[in-house]
């Protein structure tokens, strides 16, 4: 067992300075890779994370080296308190980070600037209007582009998550690139990923050197600028020559970072996931509410990660829907 004063660093000497927070399971899209068709079995209220009991547990982290919180979903957004949430975590002086559908966006750009919320996620994974209506079985395309625009216009760093699945939205590489020659944007493009009834299948991956492949037969090779890793990455990162933003490619299938992973999630619910992939939780809650010390099942939650995805070392295994299909879907974890 791990020092108590060490909780947040794992077996593999994995320091977790990123905590990303699920604020809520409910969301106003319905995604076909993070909600199953027939919808989830909500969590009842009573049982998820209160405006206070967000700020205060999320303050435990941070007393214990986390600096960096972004907030999830569901869709973060909806919650009617998400703003008390938001005013109370600026005061953990952390950088805040949010990832959302947009669609409401329009309603939050002052309480963004007001509590330093800079850093915007948007996951937008098609251009086409039909397209957006078939995976998130709703019409909100104009909306949650527009409100795109809106961000970058008051200069928020935006970056947009597509998530890409073959045969559906892999023929938009190129026209997402696109957006970078006039916008200062980053795209990101995320490989679809196996959870609970979103009928993943490894036909529908598409690979890093698939996207590159596209991106160099249509811009040219000398034109594809291959950029430093952050520390703790998860996008291998790139640019077109005179483009003024660039894109990253987030590979966690087929050509996964877990060796610097510095992730943390706390779900709606809370309870610590200490890998993506994994079906291992761990509830703080309970002895959060029972006025207990939750530091030691932290670290317990730590100290169990597995060295890769969650266990499934092979694409094998990762491959196998009984190893797989045991997570939660996406949206009751957070994205």
């Given at each position: 067992m791990q020092k108590q004063d060490n909780i947040l660093t794992d077996t593999l000497g994995r320091k977790h300075n990123y905590l990303r927070i699920s604020l809520t399971e409910k969301c106003n899209l319905r995604c076909t890779y993070c909600m199953p068709s027939e919808g989830v079995q909500l969590t009842p209220r009573q049982?998820?994370?209160?405006?206070?009991?967000?700020?205060?547990?999320?303050?435990?982290?941070?007393?214990?080296?986390?600096?960096?919180?972004?907030?999830?979903?569901?869709?973060?957004?909806?919650?009617?308190?998400?703003k008390e949430i938001l005013k109370r975590l600026e005061?953990?002086?952390?950088?805040?980070?949010?990832?959302?559908?947009?669609?409401?966006?329009?309603?939050?750009?002052?309480?963004?600037?007001?509590?330093?919320?800079?850093?915007?996620?948007?996951?937008?994974?098609t251009l086409s209007k039909e397209k957006f209506h078939?995976?998130?079985?709703?019409?909100?395309?104009?909306?949650?582009?527009?409100?795109?625009?809106?961000?970058?216009?008051?200069?928020?760093?935006?970056?947009?998550?597509?998530?890409?699945?073959?045969?559906?939205?892999?023929?938009?590489?190129?026209?997402?690139?696109?957006?970078?020659?006039?916008?200062?944007?980053?795209?990101?493009?995320?490989?679809?990923?196996?959870?609970?009834?979103?009928?993943?299948?490894?036909?529908?991956?598409?690979?890093?050197?698939?996207?590159?492949?596209?991106?160099?037969?249509?811009?040219?090779a000398n034109e594809l600028i291959k950029l430093e890793n952050e520390k703790n990455f998860t996008s291998r990162d790139y640019k077109i020559s005179g483009h003024r933003g660039e894109f990253?490619?987030?590979?966690?299938?087929s050509n996964p970072f877990c060796d610097g992973c510095n992730r943390i999630r706390l779900t709606a619910n809370g309870k610590v996931k200490n890998?993506?992939?994994?079906?291992?939780?761990?509830?703080?809650?309970?002895?959060?509410?029972?006025?207990?010390?939750?530091?030691?099942?932290?670290?317990k939650a730590i100290y169990k990660k597995l060295p890769v995805r969650g266990g499934m070392n092979s694409f094998e295994q990762l491959n196998d829907p009984k190893q797989h299909s045991n997570n939660r879907s996406m949206i009751t974890i957070g994205g």
């Open positions: 049982h998820l994370m209160n405006a206070d009991e967000v700020y205060k547990i999320a303050k435990v982290f941070v007393a214990n080296g986390v600096d960096k919180i972004r907030l999830t979903g569901g869709e973060p957004l909806v919650r009617k308190d998400f005061t953990l002086k952390t950088t805040l980070s949010i990832t959302t559908n947009g669609i409401l966006v329009d309603r939050f750009i002052d309480d963004f600037k007001t509590y330093g919320l800079k850093n915007i996620n948007l996951s937008l994974d078939h995976i998130t079985r709703r019409n909100q395309f104009d909306k949650a582009y527009n409100n795109m625009h809106l961000l970058i216009e008051n200069g928020f760093k935006v970056k947009l998550n597509i998530v890409l699945i073959k045969g559906f939205n892999d023929n938009e590489i190129v026209n997402f690139i696109k957006l970078t020659k006039d916008l200062p944007v980053v795209i990101r493009f995320i490989e679809f990923m196996p959870f609970d009834g979103n009928n993943w299948n490894k036909s529908k991956l598409v690979t890093q050197n698939e996207i590159l492949e596209q991106t160099t037969n249509y811009f040219g990253g490619i987030i590979s966690s299938v890998c993506l992939f994994s079906n291992n939780e761990t509830d703080i809650l309970t002895a959060f509410r029972n006025q207990e010390s939750i530091e030691e099942l932290i670290a």
